[in-house]
């Protein structure tokens, strides 16, 4: 019954997800762009197409996108990569991002991406997809929920940005040469 009537929801407007192609890198980014506005982040988004073209059709993807689109209209989308699991010992799928324009929201559109991105995994044998969200982003929580996803209370997120990943990275060089210096 739920999906008839998402069906129906759907119909009137030729709804469509698919993979995304190169010559959709202005329509990623702006969508890119859309999403941090949505998230009060509009300045955070330093990313250029041609950078987005290295990333995403490379010969090895750093990640994959789903656009969709009401008739000729992008109003979505889902970036996603693989992950690995080693306590299962099979890939898992991260959702970076899921973004549905927010007046084309309530029409199963989400939903609809994270069912395309369910097959994806279980035709890749994925072992679990996984994703975050940002804790103020009520609206999106109760959405998850009501699609079977658990919250996991017990994680916590850390990140290193570029600043901390160059540190990280030279402090084992200067570790090295520490080590030279008093061994010598």
């Given at each position: 019954m739920a999906e008839r009537l998402e069906a129906e929801m759907m119909e009137p407007q030729q709804f469509e997800i698919r993979p995304a192609r190169v010559e959709d890198v202005p329509v990623i980014l702006q969508l890119i762009r859309d999403l941090a506005t949505y998230e009060r982040a509009p300045n955070d988004v330093t990313t250029t197409e041609e950078q987005l073209i290295d990333v995403l059709f490379a010969e090895r993807p750093a990640a994959e996108v789903l656009l969709a689109f009401e008739g000729e209209s992008p109003i979505g989308f889902a970036v996603y990569f693989y992950n690995f699991s080693t306590w299962l010992g099979r890939p898992g799928l991260y959702l970076e991002d899921l973004f549905v324009k927010p007046e084309k929201r309530g029409k199963g559109y989400g939903?609809?991406?994270?069912?395309?991105?369910?097959?994806?995994?279980r035709d890749q044998r994925c072992g679990r997809m996984e994703w975050a969200v940002l804790d103020w982003n009520e609206p999106a929580i109760k959405f998850y929920r009501a699609l079977g996803a658990k919250r996991m209370d017990e994680w916590t997120v850390f990140r290193l940005t570029r600043?901390?990943?160059?540190?990280?990275?030279?402090?084992?060089?200067?570790?090295a040469t520490t080590e030279r210096v008093e061994h010598d």
């Open positions: 939903r609809a991406l994270l069912v395309e991105l369910a097959k994806i995994a600043d901390g990943i160059a540190n990280l990275a030279d402090s084992a060089d200067t570790a």
